[in-house]
């Protein structure tokens, strides 16, 4: 079943044609990756196929409306906000149905602090603007793994000043 299809996508900026014609189909347990030399449009695709920036021309559809979870190659943080506020992003219940799921929303919290602390990050409480630009990677990077509802999961270099133990620690703990 595919969930994401990106059709004949076209994207330029200024007087550079970043993509032209480029299709990608994501299908359900698909794991794909995009290799390519810096500036050819990897992450202007992953944008445009996450929502957001529009194609010049061409069509992103997603199937039945899923859900996509993106981390960007640099996230953005509201620099006030905390570690945990950060990550509780992507796992927030809306506040129609907070009362009812207080114990999940508990649960929910339970399993952020769980692994922020195997990601060196147990200072839960500490302003997001205050984190070394790893730290705020790897913020992220859990912010988008455990988004909930998220069917298709698009990563723009993840792992970027992460060690592989850490990555490694990362992806089991979500699991």
Same mark, same amino acid.
């Given at each position: 079943?595919?969930?994401?299809?990106?059709?004949?996508?076209?994207?330029?900026?200024?007087?550079?044609?970043?993509?032209?014609?480029?299709?990608?189909?994501?299908?359900?347990?698909?794991?794909?990756?995009?290799?390519?030399?810096?500036?050819?449009?990897?992450?202007?695709?992953?944008?445009?196929?996450?929502?957001?920036?529009?194609?010049?021309?061409?069509?992103?559809?997603?199937?039945?409306?899923? #859900?996509? %979870?993106? @981390?960007?190659?640099?996230?953005?943080?509201?620099?006030? /906000?905390?570690? $945990?506020?950060?990550?509780? *992003? &992507?796992?927030?219940?809306?506040?129609?149905?907070?009362?009812?799921?207080?114990?999940?929303?508990?649960?929910?919290?339970?399993?952020?602090?769980?692994?922020?602390?195997?990601?060196?990050?147990?200072?839960?409480?500490?302003?997001?603007?205050?984190?070394?630009?790893?730290?705020?990677? #790897?913020? %992220?990077? @859990?912010?988008?793994?455990?988004?909930?509802?998220?069917? /298709?999961?698009? $990563?723009?270099?993840?792992? *970027? &000043?992460?060690?592989?133990?850490?990555?490694?620690?990362?992806?089991?703990?979500?699991?």
């Amino acid at each position: 079943m595919i969930l994401l299809n990106a059709e004949k996508i076209s994207k330029g900026y200024s007087n550079r044609q970043l993509l032209d014609g480029c299709s990608l189909a994501v299908g359900q347990g698909d794991k794909i990756g995009l290799i390519g030399v810096n500036g050819t449009g990897k992450s202007t695709l992953l944008k445009v196929m996450a929502g957001v920036d529009f194609p010049d021309s061409g069509t992103v559809t997603r199937s039945g409306g899923v #859900r996509v %979870a993106y @981390l960007p190659q640099n996230p953005e943080f509201a620099p006030e /906000t905390t570690v $945990l506020q950060q990550v509780m *992003t &992507g796992v927030a219940i809306d506040k129609a149905r907070a009362r009812e799921a207080k114990v999940v929303q508990q649960a929910d919290e339970y399993q952020c602090k769980s692994i922020l602390t195997q990601l060196g990050l147990s200072d839960y409480d500490q302003p997001i603007g205050q984190l070394s630009g790893g730290q705020k990677r #790897r913020a %992220a990077l @859990l912010r988008a793994l455990l988004c909930r509802d998220a069917k /298709t999961l698009l $990563l723009d270099e993840p792992f *970027t &000043g992460m060690d592989a133990e850490l990555v490694e620690d990362a992806v089991a703990a979500t699991k």
